[in-house]
Structure formats: C-alpha cells, structure tokens
C-alpha cells in the first residue's frame, strides 16, 4: 500500500525514510540497555535484513492503518473477562469446556510514577497488558537487552497454582474454527511463537507462581449467516490450546542480538517482499 507520512492533526509532512525517534534505534557494541518487542522478533526471524535496517540503520518502513475492530473486539473481551476477575469466578466459556477451575488472574495492584513524577496505582493485568509503557519484561541473560510484550490476559489455574498465557484473536471466515486445523494456515503459526515469546519473558520474571505449559489463544469469528449487516454481526467463540515450548527461543533470540551487533548488515530471505520491491525499485530508479 501507498502510506502517506502526516502528523497527529492529519497534515502531510516531508517523509524521509527514517525513523526521528533515535531511541529506538540499537547501535552495534553499546552498553545502554534496549529493549526488543516480541513483534521485533518476530521480524528478525523473518528476514535479518529488514530486522537490521529497521533496528540499526533506522529506516522507517511503512506502516498500514490500525485494526480498530479487532482492538474493539479484544476491549469487550478484556471488559468481560476483567469482571470475572474482580468476582474471582471462571468465565462462561472455560465452565462450558470443565474448566471451571481456571479463574482470570487477579494479581492486585502496583504504584506505579509516571514520567512526570505523578504516583498511580496499577492493577497488575493492566500493567502487563501495557505493552507500550510497561507490559511484560525480562532482562536476556547478562545481555543489555529487555525483552517485553503486552500480554492480552493471563489465567490462573488454580489446581496446579499456574498462571496461564492468553491471547484474544479476531477474524472473518465460513470455515469452522478447530483446534485440529486451527494451525495448519501457516499465518497461525506465528500465534505459537507470540505465546511461546511471552511465556520465555514471564519466566524470567520470577514471579510468585510458575507458567503454566498449557496456553490458550480465545478466537472469535465473524459469521456470515444473516441476510443483511443491520448493525450486528454474530461471532463463534473457539479456546484454542498451545502447549508452551521456550527451549528453541535461547538460540534464536541470542543470534537476534548477534546480527544486532554486528556491523554488517545480513542478507535478507529470498521470499521477503520488502527485499523484493526494494531491489526492483533501486533498478527503476537508476534508469
């Protein structure tokens, strides 16, 4: 798509293709703490170079407009969900599976200061659902890199004494919404890793209680069943189980900070489209 740069009022500004936050920019070699999305690592491991040149280089790449139905849809949810919470009772949906045993985490509160010395008291989902300005966080080894992630909701199993990693999808398909096909779209794979991500940072947290193996991402889906659109549209509701696995994440996230400090910039996938479009662009604007 074809993204035009503007400011917070809509006006159109000089776009110059880099990123003028230079804090989010890593330099090779420093010692200065940096933190690293899961959405970062996520594009490292799809293609080094972009990974690079967004991180080190600075380049800014476009970026598409916000998906504010899907963020409607997790709001309801977090609102449904909050209010189990706040009476310590499991959710219609998990009573339904006979997991009435697992109850939404209360983790109480924090007091948290602001940028502007201003004190706050946080309940502790909220923080971690934060990803911007708090969420969930975890220093990698003895390295200089935070690892954080916003989490949708966390679970508390309370026959194991386990916290249980939660993420709310949200899409529009005629197919059913099943745990033995739900995984084979490859674009869902990447889901395993997001929730894989969060349980590698959380335990690193040290917190009160362990994480949970068992995972769960809450899929809504938008039906096409009613004749017109008459201002409503009827979602099925999927829990879709992952079972954690962390133990491969050392590697991958070790050779992230590899290629970060390096000087070189690496070579990007061969089926990376960025990649692609850029090389075909440099030619056209050569001519």
Not at 174 to 194: A, C, I, L, P, R
Not at 222 to 227: D, I, P, S
Not at 263 to 273: A, L, R
Request: glycine share 4%; net charge positive.
């Amino acid at each position: 798509m074809i993204d035009l740069k503007r400011d917070d009022k809509g006006n159109l500004k000089n776009a110059t293709g880099l990123n003028s936050q230079k804090w989010r920019c890593y330099k090779p070699g420093q010692e200065k703490d940096f933190s690293v999305s899961r959405s970062r690592f996520e594009d490292f491991s799809k293609c080094p170079r972009c990974f690079y040149l967004r991180m080190v280089k600075c380049l800014q790449q476009p970026e598409g407009p916000p998906f504010r139905l899907n963020e409607l849809t997790d709001t309801l949810l977090k609102k449904e969900f909050d209010e189990c919470r706040k009476n310590k009772k499991s959710h219609r949906k998990l009573i339904e599976k006979g997991l009435d045993h697992i109850i939404p985490f209360d983790g109480g509160t924090e007091i948290l200061t602001n940028s502007k010395n201003e004190k706050k008291e946080w309940q502790v989902i909220d923080i971690w659902r934060d990803a911007r300005s708090k969420g969930i966080k975890s220093r990698f080894k003895d390295t200089n890199i935070i690892l954080q992630g916003g989490v949708d909701d966390v679970w508390f199993n309370t026959k194991t004494k386990e916290l249980i990693i939660v993420d709310y999808k949200s899409q529009a398909s005629n197919e059913d919404v099943s745990q033995d096909t739900y995984f084979q779209k490859w674009h869902h794979d990447g889901y395993k890793t997001q929730l894989n991500f969060y349980a590698y940072i959380m335990k690193n947290m040290k917190l009160e209680f362990d994480i949970s193996k068992d995972s769960y991402l809450y899929v809504v889906n938008g039906l096409e069943l009613e004749e017109g659109f008459n201002s409503q549209i009827k979602f099925s509701e999927t829990l879709i189980h992952h079972k954690i696995e962390t133990d491969y994440l050392e590697d991958k996230i070790q050779k992230m900070i590899d290629t970060m400090n390096s000087t070189k910039t690496p070579k990007g996938h061969e089926s990376c489209k960025n990649c692609a479009y850029a090389r075909q662009r440099s030619i056209i604007d050569k001519l």
